[in-house]
């Protein structure tokens, strides 16, 4: 413990906090994000969501490698500090309430995207939801009040119904996007150059639903000096095959017409999370697939799961689990909210396989066999194909 805080201690300045001051800064570095709260676990705290760099920040207390910094009046997050570029410290911390003023919006497409762009006075702190049924997307913006007197909607967009915002509290704006198909196929939230520009792009659902036309993105979990999971026979690790079943699925895909595909690896190589982050969002995939293997506690536990975070992308999870049980793997379930790394993009539908148990003794069995390597990659393929059918 007193290596650690002398880390801490080394890292990060200590900050000083009264009843009445604040520590101003912004975002920085690659991917930053909030999280809701303190708590942590293998996969890290919950996630609110994303951020642009260089957003400000009302920084009132630190705790450990995280700040907390107040969004409005009602509602706080935290950081990790590392995220976080220090710009000076202000008094009066007791007055948390004094939002900025909205302004107009545009809400307009270009030969590939469309968009919503939202005039603020500086870059503050959001978050977004998906919402279905029907499909939304949901933004809320932090510490401002509308001063938003009009919405021109121009006839270029091919995504987006409408767009109309509400003031839900004093300093929380809530800009809402209706979609005109019933998939999200993502959206990317950033500011422009201006900084005073909240910009919402919109992908649009593909003119052509047929696999051929899409690109895909494959990562097949872990890799180099991250072995993931052992298996119960004590000799098979999981990187092992997780690059083994990617490169299956990479042939299934290319000899089923697809063109554009990406593999995150194609051997033995360490990447980070944030390295496979940046490489896909590169890319620019309609869809991602994470390929992993599953362990237990128990060898007695087996079966085949499918995991996505954000609601709107559920359907494909649900479509690649349906299949992949269709060849005898036992149910482990569809597992939503999950705080995977490469389930956080929002840009595009994606999905976490967990094809089988290395840990259960019958799982493992069927992993060590190229036969069922070869199954799973066309039953994966199968099921990106239903999923496309049910969009119709």
């Known amino acids: 413990m007193r290596i650690i805080?002398?880390?801490?201690?080394?890292?990060f300045p200590i900050l000083v906090f009264t009843q009445d001051s604040i520590w101003l800064g912004k975002t920085t570095g690659k991917l930053p994000f909030l999280e809701y709260g303190i708590g942590d676990d293998r996969?890290?705290?919950?996630?609110m969501g994303y951020l642009d760099s260089n957003i400000q920040l009302k920084i009132i207390d630190s705790f450990n490698v995280d700040?907390?910094?107040?969004?409005?009046?009602?509602?706080?997050a935290y950081i990790p500090k590392e995220s976080v570029v220090l710009i000076r410290k202000e008094r009066n911390r007791k007055i948390v309430h004094n939002p900025d003023l909205s302004g107009s919006f545009k809400v307009f497409g270009d030969a590939d995207y469309d968009y919503v762009m939202v005039n603020l006075p500086a870059p503050m702190p959001y978050r977004s939801l998906q919402l279905i049924e029907p499909s939304r997307i949901v933004v809320d913006?932090?510490?401002v009040t509308s001063n938003t007197n009009w919405i021109s909607q121009l006839k270029s967009v091919k995504e987006i119904r409408n767009t109309w915002y509400e003031q839900t509290e004093d300093d929380v704006f809530r800009v809402f996007i209706e979609l005109k198909h019933s998939q999200h196929w993502g959206y990317k939230i950033d500011y422009d150059s201006t900084g005073k520009r909240l910009v919402v792009r919109v992908?649009?659902?593909p003119t052509v639903l047929d696999i051929r036309k899409l690109s895909i993105a494959i990562d097949a979990g872990h890799g180099g000096d991250n072995s993931g999971a052992t298996g119960y026979s004590g000799t098979a690790l999981e990187?092992?095959?997780t690059l083994l079943i990617a490169k299956e699925l990479e042939k299934t895909l290319a000899k089923a017409g697809v063109k554009k595909l990406l593999m995150t690896r194609t051997k033995d190589t360490s990447l980070s999370m944030l390295d496979r982050a940046?490489?896909?969002?590169a890319f620019n995939p309609d869809l991602l697939l994470s390929i992993h293997l599953n362990s237990g506690n128990s060898d007695t536990v087996q079966g085949v799961s499918t995991y996505y975070r954000y609601i709107g992308f559920r359907s494909l999870s649900v479509a690649i689990l349906n299949q992949?049980?269709?060849?005898?793997?036992?149910e482990y379930g569809n597992t939503g909210s999950f705080n995977f790394a490469l389930n956080g993009p929002t840009e595009f539908p994606n999905a976490l396989i967990e094809v089988a148990f290395l840990s259960n003794p019958q799982d493992e069995k069927k992993i060590l066999n190229p036969k069922f390597r070869k199954l799973v990659a066309q039953k994966i393929y199968l099921g990106i194909v239903d999923w496309l059918k049910s969009l119709h």
């Not at 996969?43 to 996630?47: E, I, T």
């Open 43 to 47: 996969l890290g705290g919950a996630k």
């Open 239 to 241: 990187k092992e095959y």
């Open 324 to 330: 992949l049980m269709s060849i005898g793997l036992k």
């Open 141 to 143: 913006i932090f510490g």
């Open 203 to 205: 992908k649009r659902q």
């Open 278 to 281: 940046e490489m896909v969002r």
């Open 5 to 11: 805080l002398l880390l801490l201690f080394i890292c």
């Open 67 to 76: 700040y907390k910094v107040r969004l409005s009046a009602n509602h706080t």
